[in-house]
Every structure is written in C-alpha cells, then in structure tokens.
C-alpha cells in the first residue's frame, strides 16, 4: 500500500523559509508523478508544484514560481518543496500527492487526477 508522509512545516516570519519533504512507501516511487498541494480551511485546495517521475519536468503556480523549488531523491522516495520569501499568504496546509504510470500533462494541476494523498503538514508565516 503506497503511503505518503509530509514533514518540515511549522511557524516561519515573513521572508523566510522552509523545507518540506514527503516520503513515500512502496516499490514504484520512480514511476509516480509527485506534486504538492495547498489549502487553507475555507478554501478550495490549490496546486502548489509537481514534478514528474524522472524530475525532468516542473511545474508552478504562478504566485510561487521564483520562490519554491520542487525536486525529488529517487532513492530516498522523497518528494522536496523548498520554499523561501514566504509570504502570510502561503499559510495553508501542505498536501504531498502522488499519481502512479509517468504521466504528465495539463492534468498535473488538478487535485482530482492524484490517486495517493498525504496527511498533511502545517506552514504559517506571520507578517
């Protein structure tokens, strides 16, 4: 069973940064078209990044091109999304996601094309 498990968020002051990272279980990881999504509680959720199977390619939100950096370690299973200039508006819960088969496309948006989902990891910058 494939899992993902979030870690790195926290409290951080505007125009700092923060790490994310997510592991995930399970033999395919190579094969998966990872991404990170955000939501804060009254809102819809929001694509952040991704990046495909070999890394080859990325893809932003146009609020965080510049400022995050999505990359993954193939042999750790690890999915990173780098974050710095934070800004209060970054504040959301972070969203590891997974899609197995080397896909990519328009798709890589949108949240209901992921299969697999982490828990979640809570960033917060104050002004």
């Known amino acids: 069973q494939t899992q993902l498990v979030e870690s790195g968020g926290g409290l951080v002051q505007a125009g700092g940064s923060l790490s994310l990272s997510c592991v995930v279980s399970g033999r395919f990881f190579d094969s998966y078209t990872m991404a990170w999504f955000r939501q804060e509680s009254w809102k819809e959720r929001e694509f952040v990044a991704a990046?495909?199977?070999?890394?080859?390619?990325?893809s932003y939100q146009d609020s965080v091109k510049g400022r995050f950096t999505i990359s993954r370690d193939n042999a750790k299973n690890t999915v990173y999304l780098q974050m710095n200039s934070l800004t209060p508006e970054d504040t959301a819960a972070y969203y590891c996601?997974?899609?197995?088969?080397?896909?990519?496309?328009?798709?890589?948006?949108?949240?209901?094309?992921?299969?697999?989902w982490g828990q979640g990891t809570q960033v917060t910058v104050s002004s």
């Open positions: 990046i495909s199977w070999n890394g080859d390619r990325t």
């Open positions: 996601a997974a899609v197995a088969g080397r896909l990519w496309g328009t798709s890589v948006v949108d949240h209901n094309w992921y299969k697999y």
